[in-house]
Nanobody, 122 residues
Framework: QVQLVESGGGLVQAGGFLRLSCAAS????????VGWFRQAPGNEREFVAG????????YYTDSVKGRFTISRDNAKNTVYLQMRNLKSEDTAVYYC???????????????WGQGTQVTVSS
């Protein structure tokens, strides 16, 4: 059974920094694509960042390029999302997900975590 557990969310002031973690079990993240998504109240879930499997490549939505970094620790089977220079519009529940295709489409991901809240105060 595949499980993803996010952690690291919280309340931070604008301009601040957070690092989210996505710990996986039941699936080796280095063999699969992992994505981070977020959903703000009243909005649809949107793609934030992704990292591909064996030969890791990273990709981001335009609004976070230069501020967010996705990375992976194979030994810990964990994917991270480092977020700096946070803005109020980054406030959302952040989810990690895993799938077999490198995609920005939520339908391409088959396992999801429960989410972690990120709140950025201005």
């Amino acid at each position: 059974q595949v499980q993803l557990v996010e952690s690291g969310g919280g309340l931070v002031q604008a301009g601040g920094f957070l690092r989210l973690s996505c710990a996986a079990s039941g699936r080796t993240v280095s063999y699969y694509n992992v994505g981070w998504f977020r959903q703000a109240p009243g909005n649809e879930r949107e793609f934030v960042a992704g990292i591909t499997g064996t030969f890791p490549d990273t990709y981001y939505t335009d609004s976070v390029k230069g501020r967010f970094t996705i990375s992976r620790d194979n030994a810990k089977n964990t994917v991270y999302l480092q977020m700096r220079n946070l803005k109020s519009e980054d406030t959302a529940v952040y989810y990690c997900a895993t799938g077999t295709s490198a995609s920005r489409n939520i339908n391409e991901y088959d396992y999801w975590g429960q989410g972690t809240q990120v709140t950025v105060s201005s």
